[in-house]
């Protein structure tokens, strides 16, 4: 496999691991956070004025999850 196909199956196996509420409550569960609440459209400009992203942090720690427990061991047992 090439290095953009590995890429593109991550990005998919993280799209169907997000997809599912369950596994993303568990991964909230495993490593004891909180669903972020849902925020008011003012929230929102304000952040967005301010340059903050609540959601980045979760994208990072969310993705590390995946690529450690579900990605890596998919690829090896694809390889073998």
Not at 30 to 35: A, E, P, Q, V
Request: hydrophobic share 40%; net charge negative; with cysteine.
């Amino acid at each position: 496999m090439t290095v953009e196909e590995l890429e593109n199956d991550f990005i998919s196996v993280c799209g169907i691991c997000l997809d599912n509420d369950e596994f993303v409550n568990e991964f909230y569960r495993l490593k004891g956070l909180k669903r972020p609440d849902k925020r008011s459209p003012i929230e929102i400009q304000i952040d967005n004025a301010c340059g903050y992203n609540a959601g980045k942090d979760f994208m990072k720690k969310f993705t590390d999850f995946v690529w450690e427990f579900v990605y890596i061991p998919l690829l090896r047992q694809q390889i073998g």
